[in-house]
């Protein structure tokens, strides 16, 4: 199977799932070199390549009044239902995101296999392209502001002034190791929540943000290739039903046309050798 993509202003043609994940690693390492200039580099991927970069609480295209109501909501629930009491409201919200609830935070990982996982992960999407999202943010930005200083309490406020806040999932978060999470985050202030994330930093820098497109054609052989590796839903998540999932995952050929011999009844081939002609 070739496969032609359009990536950087070229063609690249692959052939194989193995030659696409090498030229993916290789377009990754390329901005490994500026880790000087671009401490934070992270990857997200999305199963389709038309979803715009906004967080899942600001997809429900409410009123900003509306969605600060339903954000205080998500973490008093969850402080309630699971006893975080003594969690600061951002360690609630991002535990909260890491459990699929509706919001502000965009996860992102600093691992680009991770990113490539949640690109080819959901089998429902394998006829349509995939994408994974690097994120580059320099040491100095005017609209991003790198670290712990964001607080949920203040977002709209913070003393830094800037919109966009990126930083490190909490540590006592348990999928935090795993899936080595980053998060972004803007504020509601000025409208910047409700505006895709690579359309406000693309303002900003030439490249901040940069896209590497999955062909359908590969994600089921990528799956398979990345769950021999040991990168799986269980790896990502660490619970029984992700591991289920990965067993899903493991044991699906198919896609692979193997041709497999039915064996017959021993009886019945004891009464064909009895009647077959001598």
Request: hydrophobic letters at 35%; one cysteine or more.
């Amino acid at each position: 199977m070739n496969i032609t993509i359009q990536h950087l202003d070229e063609q690249i043609k692959l052939d194989s799932a193995s030659t696409f994940l090498a030229t993916y690693l290789s377009w990754a390492r390329k901005r490994r070199s500026y880790a000087t200039y671009f401490p934070v580099i992270s990857y997200r991927g999305h199963s389709c390549s038309t979803w715009p970069l906004l967080p899942s609480l600001c997809r429900l295209k409410l009123s900003v009044e509306m969605l600060k109501q339903i954000e205080g909501e998500v973490i008093q629930q969850f402080r309630d239902r699971f006893d975080l009491s003594v969690w600061t409201d951002t360690e609630v919200l991002a535990h909260a995101r890491h459990h699929g609830a509706p919001t502000r935070l965009l996860d992102w990982s600093r691992n680009p296999l991770i990113g490539l996982w949640f690109a080819i992960s959901d089998k429902e999407h394998d006829n349509i392209d995939g994408v994974i999202y690097q994120l580059e943010i320099p040491s100095k930005s005017e609209k991003i502001s790198i670290g712990n200083c964001f607080k949920v309490e203040r977002a709209d406020n913070c003393p830094c002034k800037h919109p966009i806040h990126i930083f490190s999932s909490p540590s006592r978060i348990d999928r935090t190791h795993r899936q080595r999470s980053v998060f972004s985050v803007a504020s509601f202030k000025g409208g910047f929540a409700l505006r895709p994330l690579d359309e406000l930093l693309n303002q900003e820098m030439q490249t901040p943000i940069r896209k590497f497109l999955v062909p359908p054609g590969f994600k089921s052989e990528l799956r398979r290739l990345l769950s021999d590796l040991a990168l799986d839903a269980y790896s990502i998540y660490g619970d029984p039903d992700s591991f289920g999932k990965a067993l899903g995952v493991h044991f699906d050929i198919s896609d692979l046309n193997i041709q497999q011999d039915v064996p017959t009844d021993s009886g019945d081939n004891q009464h064909s050798r009895a009647n077959s002609p001598t």
